[in-house]
């Protein structure tokens, strides 16, 4: 890239070359867009010195002047700063272009054909009517230098300004068609491929091929430049290089079936939305200040206990953000761990996401994907992302970044690993800055106390402004409850009080507590009477929950859907559950007979996307006995010896026991009706119903489940081994077909594996048998 350099006194020249690899040493710099006259200043003019001889030279003066006025010293015009006689140089620039004008400090439009105002016979539908009809909204290359910069100066034949692209978008908008979210600087990515490409539809270019060369930038795309190609082919060219970065990313994202940004509406809705003033504190905060404006501070970690609102904080955070970012024109990537789901519970997992953001953003950055990213071996997975997303970070081109990941705590697959990516990540440029959650675990503590200059906010230390944020929640949340219930003024104000005066710095208690008095049994003359009766403090309130399942006359069906929910490798859907968990009736009233059963678990369970999962990682760790605080496990022990009296082992056993029973009569040759041998599996259509609905997840976790039933000491009961020989000789090859029609082959071969050293390990098997 090169620079014209305006002196003290107004003379212009070029600066020399600046390396493609040394972005950082680029000045800020001010950049022209026109429309080409008859005697533009070319790079040889420059050279040879007749530069001012030419009518465009005054152009450039006033580029020159104008930036000396707001402070720049440096600007780029297009005419004179590509050698153009150079055919790698001109192709670079091309492909640059987009870049040059969205990373320049201010843009001066100069519109030869729209007078001053004073020369527009005093009458502003004139100037309104030269506005819309000046030739430069009807010039290909000018497209992107409406769309690139965030700055944006338009002015007049006579160097008048006219406005800016803020105070004129909606002219903008008007004229060209184009979103006002696509000018003031959405990510272009949110525009699907056929409305960006009919931004070009009423502009002209010199040369037929710069029609689809001037849209380089707009798709993020890097592609040869040929002259004399015609515009059919260099746009099927660039077709054809959109259609792969789209393939590339859909399959990039194949195997984990969770975009992050739908998993980030998914959780708002699932909260009742995202409340602003929830999270507002936070951007005054002096920790998150720090981490956002020193170049020193790389990583902010957020940190609290149980249901403190970190996740919903995180929420706000990338909204922010995402607002900053529109404004600086960076990257935002961010993933949500959750410890239930094993789709986004591992460090690959987290990996993957982020990649997928990056380079569904700046698509050029999937030029770093290599062929092998799609491996099924955790090992080699791990290794080969973790290279893609440094070599992404350290790209010369890449944009300001910006990387959030929720719930560290809840990465429960190479927590470690990730860990130390995040502790290298932070180390690798000012550029890229990270923020993270997680519980005050010590070995997370441990980990990211490494990183030199961090920030950490701990909510507990911020009780002062989680409370005001939970204060505002409350309201919300009682404004509702009133609406619904039809509260008199009187118990409208008892409600707020007791959540305020029992909240404790917790959103997850007041959610809970407000999810119950919203039930459709709690009328409004005996509100006060139930409202009294939920304690302080998220374990009690588990606790008083599982009392109140425990008096419930379905008190038995409950346990056991506590039980199987607690311990499953995965949400399981309605069906499924009805596999695994014993219930008297008949196969055709379980969907409403579940369903009931679901509502006594409520305080615990939650129905998302026809599957069950818990409604906070804290209420399956109560459940489980798990107690981050030493006051917590008395209630917990309680809760752990009514869901397991017997212990997990025992539930795990049933889920094994049931697992095999049920897949029996189900599993058969030819279970899709195929017919054909050797059908591609990914073109398998699932027929409705599906006949493995209700066994999808024995299928491929009942040797899981054995496993996890047998303690150090037992050995397998004869009935158990009698059936799993049973199942085997009968049904191994139709359980195996069932695996390919599930795509679920990689995690049979290891359960095969598993289950062989299983039975070595009792002694029912030599390591000779096969």
Same mark, same amino acid.
């Given at each position: 890239m090169r620079l014209l350099e305006r002196g003290d006194t107004g003379e212009l020249h070029l600066t020399n070359p600046i390396p493609n690899d040394a972005i950082p040493e680029i000045p800020r710099y001010a950049i022209l867009s026109h429309t080409w006259g008859d005697e533009e200043v070319s790079f040889e003019d420059m050279a040879d010195g007749t530069a001012k001889k030419k009518a465009g030279y005054a152009k450039m003066q006033f580029c020159g002047d104008q930036a000396w006025l707001d402070g720049l010293k440096y600007f780029w015009v297009d005419t004179c700063c590509i050698n153009k006689s150079d055919k790698v140089e001109l192709e670079h620039a091309l492909n640059s272009m987009f870049r040059w004008y969205r990373e320049a400090a201010k843009c001066y439009v100069y519109l030869a054909d729209v007078p001053a105002k004073e020369h527009s016979a005093n009458s502003n539908g004139s100037l309104?009517?030269?506005?819309?009809?000046?030739?430069?909204?009807?010039?290909?290359?000018? +497209?992107?230098? @409406?769309?690139?910069?965030?700055?944006?100066? &338009?002015?007049?034949? =006579? #160097?008048?300004?006219?406005? %800016? $692209?803020?105070?004129?978008?909606?002219?903008?908008?008007?004229?060209?068609?184009?979103? +006002?979210?696509? @000018?003031?600087?959405?990510?272009?990515?949110? &525009?699907?491929?056929? =409305? #960006?490409?009919?931004?070009? %539809? $009423?502009?002209?270019?010199?040369?037929?091929?710069?029609?689809?060369?001037?849209?380089?930038?707009?798709?993020?795309?890097?592609?040869?430049?040929?002259?004399?190609?015609?515009?059919?082919?260099?746009?099927?060219?660039?077709?054809?290089?959109?259609?792969?970065?789209?393939?590339?990313?859909?399959?990039?994202?194949?195997?984990?079936?969770?975009?992050?940004?739908?998993?980030?509406?998914?959780?708002?809705?699932?909260?009742?939305?995202?409340?602003?003033?929830?999270?507002?504190?936070?951007?005054?905060?002096?920790?998150?200040?720090?981490?956002?404006?020193?170049?020193?501070?790389r990583l902010l970690w957020i940190k609290g206990d149980p249901g403190k609102g970190k996740t919903m904080l995180l929420c706000g955070i990338i909204d922010e953000l995402e607002r900053l970012v529109i404004a600086d024109g960076g990257n935002l990537a961010y993933f949500f761990c959750q410890a239930t789901d094993p789709r986004i519970n591992s460090a690959t997992a987290v990996l993957r996401g982020l990649i997928f953001l990056l380079a569904q953003r700046q698509p050029r950055?999937?030029?770093?994907?290599?062929?092998?990213?799609?491996?099924?071996?955790?090992?080699?997975?791990?290794?080969?992302?973790?290279k893609t997303l440094f070599e992404m970070l350290e790209d010369p081109n890449l944009k300001d970044t910006y990387l959030v990941i929720d719930a560290l705590d809840e990465c429960v697959i190479d927590q470690q690993k990730l860990l130390g990516l995040i502790v290298q990540i932070s180390t690798i440029s000012a550029r890229v800055k990270c923020v993270v959650s997680s519980r005050n675990w010590v070995q997370i503590e441990e980990?990211?106390?490494?990183?030199?200059?961090?920030?950490?906010?701990?909510?507990?230390?911020?009780?002062?402004?989680?409370?005001?944020?939970?204060?505002?929640?409350?309201?919300?949340?009682?404004?509702?409850?009133?609406?619904?219930?039809?509260?008199?003024?009187?118990?409208?104000?008892?409600?707020?009080?007791?959540?305020?005066?029992?909240?404790?710095?917790?959103?997850?208690?007041v959610a809970l507590v407000c999810q119950a008095l919203a039930d459709p049994d709690v009328q409004g003359w005996h509100i006060l009477q139930v409202l009294r009766t939920f304690p302080p403090g998220l374990d009690d309130l588990y606790l008083r929950m599982v009392r109140y399942i425990k008096k419930s006359k379905d008190t038995?069906?409950?346990?056991?859907?506590?039980?199987?929910?607690?311990?499953?490798?995965?949400?399981?859907?309605?069906?499924?559950?009805?596999?695994?968990?014993?219930?008297?009736?008949?196969?055709?009233?379980?969907?409403?007979?579940?369903?009931?059963?679901?509502?006594?678990?409520?305080?615990?369970?939650?129905?998302?996307?026809?599957?069950?999962?818990?409604?906070?990682?804290?209420?399956?760790?109560?459940?489980?006995?798990?107690?981050?605080?030493?006051?917590?496990?008395?209630?917990?022990?309680?809760?752990?010896?009514?869901?397991?009296?017997?212990?997990?082992?025992?539930?795990?056993?049933?889920?094994?026991?049931?697992?095999?029973?049920?897949?029996?009569?189900?599993?058969?040759?030819?279970?899709?009706?195929?017919?054909?041998?050797?059908?591609?599996i990914n073109e398998v259509p699932t027929p409705?119903?599906?006949?493995?609905?209700?066994?999808?997840?024995?299928?491929?976790?009942?040797?899981?489940?054995?496993?996890?039933?047998i303690?150090?000491?037992?050995?397998?009961?004869?009935?158990?081994?009698?059936?799993?020989?049973?199942?085997?000789?009968?049904?191994?090859?139709?359980?195996?077909?069932?695996?390919?029609?599930?795509?679920?082959?990689?995690?049979?071969?290891?359960?095969?594996?598993?289950?062989?050293?299983?039975?070595?390990?009792?002694?029912?098997?030599?390591p000779t048998d096969g």
């Open positions: 309104e009517l030269a506005f819309q009809k000046c030739r430069w909204f009807t010039r290909g290359w000018t +497209l992107q230098e @409406l769309i690139a910069p965030t700055i944006i100066e &338009f002015y007049s034949k =006579e #160097r008048e300004c006219l406005g %800016d $692209k803020k105070s004129l978008e909606e002219e903008l908008h008007a004229i060209t068609g184009i979103p +006002l979210k696509a @000018l003031q600087g959405s990510p272009l990515s949110n &525009f699907s491929v056929p =409305e #960006r490409m009919a931004w070009m %539809d $009423k502009r002209d270019t010199k040369y037929e091929e710069d029609k689809v060369y001037a849209l380089f930038g707009i798709f993020d795309v890097h592609i040869p430049v040929i002259y004399g190609e015609g515009l059919q082919k260099a746009l099927k060219r660039l077709r054809d290089k959109i259609n792969e970065d789209y393939l590339c990313l859909a399959k990039l994202w194949s195997t984990e079936p969770r975009d992050p940004r739908v998993e980030k509406k998914r959780i708002e809705l699932a909260k009742g939305g995202l409340l602003v003033d929830a999270y507002l504190w936070v951007l005054e905060n002096p920790d998150f200040n720090r981490w956002r404006h020193s170049t020193e501070s950055l999937l030029s770093h994907l290599p062929e092998n990213l799609y491996t099924s071996d955790d090992a080699m997975a791990w290794i080969t992302l973790s980990q990211l106390a490494t990183v030199a200059q961090q920030s950490k906010l701990s909510l507990e230390l911020n009780a002062e402004s989680v409370t005001a944020a939970i204060e505002a929640f409350i309201q919300h949340k009682v404004l509702h409850l009133s609406r619904l219930k039809q509260y008199e003024k009187a118990i409208e104000d008892e409600v707020h009080q007791y959540l305020s005066s029992n909240a404790d710095g917790t959103f997850l208690w038995l069906h409950c346990k056991r859907i506590l039980a199987t929910v607690s311990v499953v490798q995965r949400p399981i859907s309605f069906w499924e559950l009805a596999t695994l968990v014993e219930l008297p009736d008949s196969i055709t009233s379980y969907r409403e007979r579940l369903e009931k059963l679901l509502a006594i678990c409520g305080s615990f369970l939650a129905l998302r996307e026809q599957s069950i999962h818990f409604v906070h990682q804290s209420a399956k760790d109560f459940l489980l006995g798990k107690a981050d605080l030493e006051t917590s496990r008395e209630a917990c022990q309680e809760a752990f010896g009514w869901v397991f009296p017997q212990g997990t082992e025992d539930v795990h056993h049933i889920i094994f026991s049931r697992s095999l029973n049920k897949m029996s009569p189900v599993l058969k040759r030819d279970m899709y009706g195929l017919e054909e041998p050797g059908f591609p409705s119903p599906d006949p493995l609905a209700t066994v999808r997840y024995s299928c491929v976790f009942w040797v899981n489940h054995l496993r996890d039933s303690s150090d000491k037992d050995v397998l009961q004869c009935h158990t081994l009698d059936a799993i020989q049973t199942f085997l000789e009968q049904k191994y090859l139709y359980w195996l077909e069932a695996l390919s029609l599930l795509q679920a082959m990689s995690e049979g071969v290891i359960a095969i594996r598993q289950l062989k050293l299983l039975l070595m390990h009792i002694g029912s098997l030599s």
